[in-house]
C-alpha cells in the first residue's frame, strides 16, 4: 500500500541551505508546538485509494461549504479574509481525512472540528477564539461568523480540488504523491520524483500566472536545491456557478499530465 510520511518530504525537499532554515523555523516555532508531532507522526495513506468518482460523490453529497455567505460579507471583515488557525488548512484536512477513514463533505469535517478533540484543537477552539476576539472589537458576531465560514469553506473547495487532481492524474499513470507538510511549508501540492505540481485559482486581486500573490511559490521556495525540481501549474478559471465544487476540467488534467509525462525516462 502506498504511503507518504514526514521523513518522505524532508528527504525530498530538506536538503538546502534555504529549505533546511525554514525547516527548522517552522520545527522551532513556539505557535507549532502542537503542531509539529501531529504533522511529523502523519501519514498519507487514503488519498491513494480513492477514485475520481468518490470524489466526485462528495462533491455531490456535501452541504454547500460557503452557505449562503456572499463574497462581499465574506470577504468584508479584514481580520478574517488571510486568518488561519496555528495548524495549516491543509494540515486538518488531511488529518481530517485519515483520521475517519474518508475523504470527508464539509458536514463531516465540521463536525470532526467540534466533536473530536484533535479537531477541536486544531480549528474548532481557535475558530470559536478568533471569532470571540473580532466580535470584541465591535463588529456583529453574525458578520464575523459569516467570514469564517467564507474563509474556512474556500480552504475546503480547495482542498477537494487537490485531491481531485492528484486522483485523476494518478489514474493516468503518473504516481504523484502528497504530504501536508509538503504543501504547507514547501507550497508542494503533489509531486513524482524530480517534477513538483501547483494547483491555483485565478483571482483577480493578482494576476494570473504570476507568483505575486498571497503566498510565496515553490519555484522560489525550492529554488536551491540541488538537482532542481521541474514545476508544472494548473491554473483554473474563477468559478463561474455559486454552489458548485469547482474541479479541474478534462482539459486541464490532460494537458498537465502531458507536461509530467514529457521527458519520461
Same mark, same amino acid.
Not at 480549528?123 to 473580532?134: D, F, M, S, T, W
Not at 509531486?191 to 494576476?207: D, E
Not at 525550492?222 to 532542481?228: R, S, T
Given at each position: 500500500?502506498?504511503?507518504?510520511?514526514?521523513?518522505?518530504?524532508?528527504?525530498?525537499f530538506?536538503?538546502?541551505?534555504?529549505?533546511g532554515?525554514?525547516?527548522?523555523r517552522?520545527?522551532?516555532?513556539p505557535r507549532?508546538k502542537n503542531?509539529?508531532?501531529? !504533522?511529523a507522526?502523519?501519514?498519507v495513506?487514503?488519498?491513494y485509494?480513492?477514485?475520481?468518482?468518490?470524489?466526485?460523490e !462528495?462533491?455531490?453529497?456535501?452541504?454547500?461549504?460557503?452557505?449562503?455567505?456572499?463574497?462581499a460579507?465574506g470577504e468584508?471583515?479584514?481580520?478574517?479574509?488571510?486568518w488561519?488557525?496555528?495548524?495549516?488548512?491543509t494540515?486538518?484536512?488531511h488529518?481530517?481525512?485519515?483520521?475517519?477513514?474518508?475523504?470527508?463533505?464539509?458536514?463531516?469535517?465540521?463536525?470532526y472540528?467540534?466533536?473530536?478533540q484533535?479537531?477541536?484543537?486544531?480549528?474548532?477552539?481557535?475558530?470559536?477564539?478568533?471569532?470571540?476576539?473580532?466580535?470584541?472589537?465591535g463588529?456583529?458576531?453574525?458578520?464575523?461568523?459569516?467570514? !469564517?465560514?467564507?474563509?474556512?469553506?474556500?480552504?475546503?473547495?480547495?482542498?477537494?480540488?487537490?485531491?481531485?487532481?492528484?486522483?485523476?492524474?494518478?489514474?493516468?499513470?503518473?504516481?504523484?504523491?502528497?504530504h501536508p507538510?509538503?504543501?504547507?511549508?514547501f507550497?508542494v501540492?503533489?509531486?513524482?520524483?524530480?517534477?513538483?505540481?501547483?494547483?491555483? !485559482?485565478?483571482?483577480k486581486?493578482?494576476?494570473?500566472?504570476?507568483?505575486?500573490g498571497?503566498?510565496?511559490p515553490a519555484?522560489?521556495?525550492?529554488a536551491?536545491v540541488?538537482?532542481?525540481?521541474?514545476f508544472?501549474?494548473?491554473?483554473?478559471?474563477?468559478?463561474?456557478k455559486?454552489?458548485r465544487?469547482h474541479?479541474?476540467?478534462?482539459?486541464?488534467?490532460?494537458q498537465?499530465?502531458a507536461?509530467?509525462h514529457?521527458?519520461?525516462?
Amino acid at each position: 500500500m502506498t504511503e507518504t510520511s514526514s521523513e518522505d518530504v524532508l528527504r525530498k525537499f530538506c536538503t538546502s541551505l534555504h529549505t533546511g532554515q525554514l525547516y527548522a523555523r517552522w520545527k522551532n516555532d513556539p505557535r507549532r508546538k502542537n503542531v509539529v508531532p501531529a !504533522v511529523a507522526n502523519h501519514r498519507v495513506r487514503l488519498v491513494y485509494e480513492l477514485t475520481a468518482e468518490d470524489v466526485e460523490e !462528495v462533491c455531490c453529497q456535501t452541504e454547500h461549504a460557503l452557505g449562503e455567505v456572499k463574497r462581499a460579507d465574506g470577504e468584508r471583515v479584514a481580520a478574517i479574509v488571510d486568518w488561519h488557525p496555528d495548524f495549516a488548512f491543509t494540515h486538518i484536512f488531511h488529518i481530517c481525512m485519515e483520521q475517519i477513514g474518508r475523504l470527508p463533505s464539509y458536514q463531516d469535517f465540521r463536525a470532526y472540528c467540534y466533536h473530536d478533540q484533535l479537531g477541536l484543537r486544531m480549528l474548532g477552539e481557535p475558530a470559536r477564539a478568533k471569532v470571540r476576539e473580532v466580535v470584541s472589537s465591535g463588529i456583529p458576531e453574525n458578520i464575523v461568523r459569516d467570514a !469564517v465560514r467564507w474563509r474556512v469553506g474556500n480552504a475546503y473547495y480547495s482542498f477537494l480540488r487537490e485531491i481531485y487532481t492528484v486522483v485523476r492524474l494518478r489514474a493516468m499513470a503518473i504516481d504523484l504523491l502528497v504530504h501536508p507538510l509538503a504543501d504547507a511549508l514547501f507550497r508542494v501540492d503533489a509531486w513524482t520524483g524530480r517534477k513538483v505540481v501547483s494547483l491555483r !485559482v485565478g483571482n483577480k486581486k493578482f494576476r494570473q500566472g504570476s507568483s505575486s500573490g498571497r503566498k510565496t511559490p515553490a519555484e522560489q521556495l525550492l529554488a536551491d536545491v540541488v538537482p532542481g525540481f521541474d514545476f508544472s501549474t494548473i491554473e483554473l478559471a474563477p468559478a463561474a456557478k455559486f454552489g458548485r465544487v469547482h474541479l479541474p476540467s478534462a482539459e486541464h488534467i490532460s494537458q498537465a499530465a502531458a507536461r509530467l509525462h514529457m521527458n519520461d525516462g
